[in-house]
């Protein structure tokens, strides 16, 4: 069962265990500059505003109606992370337009262990963007369907999906028991093994960011992949969010280059101790935004910023990533 609540998407699962729920937002941010430089995590500026697709479909693509689910405005180059948040155990896997952001690979219902396909929560507290290994990511970074500008559309040469799909798997019930009957040794126990005008989002591969996505400490047997929940999460381009819903759109973040300088903090998760997949070749070939624009002679997002190493904050997943809700 999925619960829109709040611009959160609640997946619930009373069926395996009254504690099998998680919670996941959308966070708008900064995009980072692409400059082959690799950054520290950027704040969250709030969620997106999310919305069921029944209640305005007279006035999206048709596809998306069949498909059902949410959707969210994004601003053509804006960036974004996925926050993940609950203490049952789920292995979740995330898609961009039917490719898999941690693995690379074509879209699949059931978890694939090797290569790891999917991450763990709350383990893994937030996705910022494509894992391309040695702990880091490509930053999720909004552009229109149908430039060939997409990871989805670099990958199979076709712009038929956009936006994300999540699919949550939550823990076998016999598995949480135990290992989480004694909350102080919650995370100890380890099992076994278009146009430019179109309505139509993707997501492209954007700047380098430091982030490591989590081996899976438990292991395949532990998920129950008999029962799960999907969501279609479906990217509107902002130039259309009034046609279609009537609330003003929302203001573009600002520049990385305008945060650092007013002062503003960056962030480190403490997370050196856990294991970290390696980078997914097909995700490693795929050209960020900025690159396959400039390289075909299209105007690209001019960007930069100076951090001062006092700027940067660590962070203990446990307490969350701060949202700064000014922007």
């Known amino acids: 069962m999925i619960e829109l609540s709040d611009n959160e998407l609640v997946f619930r699962f009373p069926e395996i265990h009254s504690e099998a729920h998680l919670t996941i937002n959308f966070q708008r941010t900064l995009r980072i500059p692409d400059d082959q430089r690799d950054y520290p995590l950027p704040p969250g500026l709030g969620r997106f505003p999310l919305f069921h697709v029944d209640d305005y ?16 405005p994004m601003h053509q180059a804006e960036g974004m992370w996925i926050s993940f948040k609950g203490d049952y155990p789920f292995a979740v896997k995330v898609a961009t337009g039917k490719i898999n952001a941690v693995s690379g690979e074509t879209w699949t219902e059931t978890l694939t262990g090797e290569p790891q396909d999917y991450l763990v929560v709350p383990e ?33 040469g076709e712009a038929a999906h956009g936006g994300i799909q999540i699919l949550a798997y939550p823990m076998k019930a016999a598995y949480f028991e135990h290992f989480f009957g004694q909350r102080n040794q919650f995370w100890e126990g380890v099992c076994s093994a278009p146009t430019a005008m179109s ?12 982030q490591r996505i989590h081996e899976d400490p438990f292991g395949l047997a532990c998920w129950e992949q008999a029962t799960t929940s999907r969501c279609f999460v479906h990217i509107l381009n902002s130039r259309h969010f ?13 520049s990385a280059e305008l945060y650092s300088m007013a002062g503003l903090p960056w962030f480190e998760l403490n997370d050196a101790d856990h294991a970290a997949l390696e980078g997914a070749p097909p995700l490693q070939q795929v050209e960020s935004l900025k690159t396959r624009r400039v390289r075909e002679g299209k105007p690209s997002p001019e960007d930069s ?18 949202v700064d809700s000014r922007f």
Do not use: C
């Open 124 to 156: 893994q507290p937030w996705l910022d963007g494509y894992n391309v290994g040695h702990g880091r990511i490509r930053q999720f970074v909004a552009t229109p369907l149908g430039q060939d500008e997409t990871v989805e559309e670099q990958l199979t």
């Open 199 to 210: 309505p139509d989002m993707g997501l492209a591969a954007g700047g380098l960011m430091r």
């Open 57 to 72: 479909a007279a006035e999206l693509p048709a596809p998306w109606a069949r498909r059902g689910g949410v959707f969210l």
């Open 305 to 322: 910023a100076t951090i001062h190493p006092d700027q940067i904050v660590g962070l203990d997943a446990s307490k969350g990533r701060p």
């Open 242 to 254: 009034r046609q279609v819903t009537g609330y003003a759109t929302p203001q573009e973040p600002p």
